[in-house]
């Protein structure tokens, strides 16, 4: 990667930093609290453990392409506290996205996080809709930034003939996801047929197609 690339990338990964002080996330009250994924206590976040090393905030799952083989011809690697222990209470967060040529991300929210990406590899067309429903789209390509607001739904499409990659940050230790499609026709217990036909004006046989392909494998 060239140092143009680098240099980009450390900008970025700056900007994840400084958005941990206005973070989604409530405030650390120590230097340090490496979340207890086995802990059964129930609190806003994660308990801390008593025993850490810096294995709790090493992570090398970003570094290679992940597979992209798949529905959509897109895979998201998270690198969340669920990843990463020692990011509990640090409000921060990244993940890494590949996309095959015709991949998408589907429109989907991040209801805890704003959300940054740098184009890694490939060129992409991204977009998000504000609650006005008016969509913000661009394409972007290696080396280039876009972002995505907190809490609205965005996508990104790889339109072109090769891979493509991007590295996002996230001003939360744990973004969440919700996509738009699997929310509607894939939720548990399912949403009512009435509710979907009135809302997108089509019949139940429609509906019931695309729940279909929704549905569990």
Known sequence: MATNDFGLIIGMMMAIFLASFVSADPDLLQDVCVADLTSGVKVNGFTCKANISADDFFFAGLAKPALTNNTFGATVTAASVQQIAGLNTLGVSMARIDYAPGGINPPHTHPRATEIVF??????????????????????????????????IHFQ????????????????????????????????PTVEDVVLTKTFQIGTKEIEKIKSKFAPK
Do not use: C, Y
């Not at 998000?128 to 429903?133: G, S, V």
């Not at 789209?137 to 809490?151: C, L, V, Y």
């Not at 493509?164 to 939720?187: D, E, K, Y």
């Open 157 to 188: 499409i790889n339109n072109g003939k090769v891979p493509a990659a991007v590295i996002a940050g996230f001003n939360s230790q744990l973004p969440g996801t919700q996509r738009v499609a699997n929310a509607l026709f894939a939720s548990s």
């Open 119 to 152: 184009v890694l590899e490939g060129e992409l067309d991204v977009g998000f809709i504000t609650t006005d429903n008016k969509l913000f789209s661009k394409t972007i390509k290696k080396g280039e930034i876009f972002t995505f607001p907190r809490g609205l």
